[in-house]
């Protein structure tokens, strides 16, 4: 299975419905506040350096997510509505220098991060477009990583991390447009 098609079926959980108690509606602005660091932060916090951009274009977004499968790039509304670790942030890429987004972790331990790089800025993953990345992970390959491959251990300050950066052709993926 392609890893667009385990994309897909990680984010295909099942929601509560509108109106429904519990529900609560998707926007990318769901974990921003729980992600966005500080001056100065010194608590749980990761200081991604990303290598390997395309270019300098677009945004930048990394996401943590809880240290196991299931909930590895699972749909932020249901780990949020279920209280399970999630953060989310996204800024510019800068236009000189080096590349560093920072993200909160909720407190010490174990978490697996996504860096994504949207480079339209449109917050959807076009495959034959934008990159994604993962700590530890040096070719992504065709498949969605194990959590255990990617997480990265966080203590009472922040930990640096470095994420190299991947991008697939649709030529690679078998998924050509005729």
Known sequence: ???LNLLLVA????????GQPGYIPSSPDLGVAEGKCRPNESGSAYIVTVTGLKD????LRAELYPNNDKDFLADDNVLVMEGKAFARVAQPIP???DV???IRAPGPGTYTLSILHDRNSNR???YGNEGAGFPRIGNLGRSKPKAADVAVPVGNSPQAVTVPM???????????KN
């Not at 984010?11 to 509108?18: D, E, G, K, T, V």
């Open 166 to 176: 991947q991008y697939f052709s649709l030529l690679k993926l078998g998924l050509a």
């Open 100 to 102: 560093t987004i920072c």
């Open 95 to 97: 236009a000189t220098g």
């Open 56 to 59: 300098r274009k677009g945004t």
């Open 11 to 18: 984010a295909a959980a099942a929601l509560p419905a509108p």
């Open 1 to 3: 299975m392609s890893m």
């Open 124 to 126: 959807k993953f076009e």
